[in-house]
């Protein structure tokens, strides 16, 4: 399929379609965390017409790590279950209250990877639809099953091999979306278990640098672009990008497909990272001591 829709689309430009009645357009409700508390948050606020697409659901369950990719089968059923199919224009959004979007690019991403690259995110989010002042209604929309057919690209997604391939050969740099202090191991995982730090030799980006806290829309393409300048990144060359669980990542992967730049992610990333390489490939941080969350230093 052609990629001939533009990665972000504005809530003006949404509501102008769903106000014409435009065929073919699918939006879908893809927030962080599950189902029942976004919608607690939300007081069951939702775009008409949009379905819900549970992330933690659509992931390889299989997988003791969590959001790691599920096989195009299971994509293929559970995206056909939500009435999508391969012609629709989906449009991805969430309700990040502090930022706008948060899990929107990892839904957009999904999609691309498995062969779907009629998606968008919805910049700024439902936070971004409510202050425009734009309706909401308190029920997500039925829908009917329909067939869907997943693509999977392969290049698109990086394994623990191909990391530990990259670590030696260091063909691309890696680029790390987490917190400043997460990435230098000076604040806590976003898992109590987990220690925090980085693999050696990455750079930290963090995805909240790309998105406008006053807006809560992306920033300029050129700031995009400034912006992973500034952080040393030079995305002329090859890049891999990872986090804690692959969400703010994909915000990378977003932003680098905004400057026509193709970023595969790290699907495991931290999590997988931290506790299965090799310790000399890695600085590590602090760790959770107590549901108190007070920390220490790790043995």
């Not at 430009?13 to 893809?30: E, H, M, P, R």
């Not at 502090?98 to 009629?118: N, Q």
């Not at 309706?135 to 869907?148: A, E, L, M, Q, R």
């Not at 917190?179 to 980085?198: Q, Y």
């Amino acid at each position: 399929m052609a990629d001939t829709v533009s990665a972000i689309v504005s809530c003006e430009w949404l509501k102008g379609q769903l106000d014409a009645g435009t065929k073919g357009i699918k939006v879908v409700y893809a927030p962080w965390p599950p189902k029942q508390k976004a919608q607690a948050e939300l007081k069951q606020r939702y775009i008409a017409g949009a379905v819900f697409a549970d992330i933690d659901a659509i992931r390889d369950q299989s997988n003791p790590l969590p959001l790691m990719f599920p096989g195009p089968d299971q994509f293929e059923q559970q995206i056909g279950q939500l009435g999508i199919s391969n012609t629709d224009h989906v449009i991805v959004y969430d309700n990040a209250s502090d930022t706008g979007t948060l899990s929107a690019p990892r839904a957009w991403l999904m999609f691309r990877v498995f062969g779907h690259e009629k998606v968008s995110v919805l910049d700024g989010g439902l936070p971004k639809w409510i202050a425009s002042g734009y309706p909401t209604v308190s029920d997500i929309t039925p829908v009917s099953p329909t067939n869907f057919k997943a693509c999977y690209n392969p290049i698109a997604v990086y394994s623990m091999e191909a990391m530990l391939d990259n670590f030696s050969s260091k063909d691309r740099s890696v680029i790390d979306a987490r917190s400043k202090g997460r990435f230098n191991g000076t604040e806590p995982e976003v898992i109590p278990a987990w220690l925090s730090g980085h693999i050696i030799g990455s750079t930290n980006v963090p995805s909240t640098d790309l998105l406008d806290p006053t807006t809560m829309q992306f920033i300029s393409k050129e700031a995009i672009k400034d912006t992973f300048q500034t952080y040393g990144v030079n995305l002329d060359q090859p890049a891999v990008a990872m986090c804690s669980i692959g969400m703010r990542a994909s915000i990378l992967v977003l932003g680098a497909h905004i400057l026509g730049k193709q970023v595969p992610l790290y699907d495991g990333s931290w999590g997988e990272w931290h506790q299965k390489a090799p310790k000399e490939t890695m600085c590590l941080g602090v760790g959770w001591t107590d549901t108190k969350n007070e920390l220490i230093s790790p043995v």
